[in-house]
């Protein structure tokens, strides 16, 4: 079934990001750069990543305490990729870039329906990531029976992945 939902959510940025190509061709099209703010929240989402590698690695040596700090790390910088991706849509906001209104573009609106879309399922992933907290502190994980970190882990690889396509192709594209 994640596997499912991962295709699923494939084909859906595929479609947002095939639709802001064609916009792009529109006569009121308007570029913009990227705040520097993006380029913070990339870093951060690629960190927690590899902390929830660890974490899983930690896991599979049977040391739970090691494994929750892991994972404590990886909701923590997910939580912050989270506020970089809000101060990055007030940081377009300021620039005149809204998402509706009279003084809204399609670029503008397509971004933010696209990051907004990415920074849901991130949300998705940090209650995962709590799911699993909890899941350790109750000793519900060992080295044998850990399904619920990997499918976590595969989740929020997915999750990172995603958001470093999204960031090179709006960097490619705006």
């Avoid at 380029?39 to 896991?59: E, G, H, N, Q, R």
């Avoid at 101060?87 to 503008?108: D, I, M, P, R």
């Avoid at 920074?119 to 709590?130: A, N, S």
């Amino acid at each position: 079934m994640l596997y499912f939902a991962l295709v699923s959510l494939t084909m859906s940025f595929a479609g947002l990001t095939s639709a802001y190509i064609i916009s792009r061709k529109r006569e009121d099209w308007v570029s913009f750069d990227l705040p520097k703010i993006f380029y913070i929240s990339t870093l951060l989402i690629l960190l927690s990543s590899v902390s929830f590698y660890f974490a899983k690695k930690a896991m599979q040596k049977e040391n739970k305490a090691k494994t929750a700090s892991l994972l404590i790390t990886s909701l923590i910088l997910g939580i912050t990729f989270v506020i970089c991706q809000y101060q990055g849509y007030l940081a377009l906001t300021k620039a005149g870039l809204f998402f509706t209104g009279e003084q809204s573009n399609v670029a503008s609106s397509l971004f933010d329906i696209v990051a907004f879309a990415h920074v849901t399922h991130v949300i998705i992933g940090l209650v995962v990531i709590l799911v699993l907290l909890y899941n350790n502190a109750k000793e519900k994980y060992n080295a044998t029976d850990m399904l619920g970190i990997k499918l976590g882990e595969i989740f929020w690889h997915f999750l990172g992945g995603l958001w470093l396509f999204l960031f090179l192709f709006f960097l490619a594209v705006l």
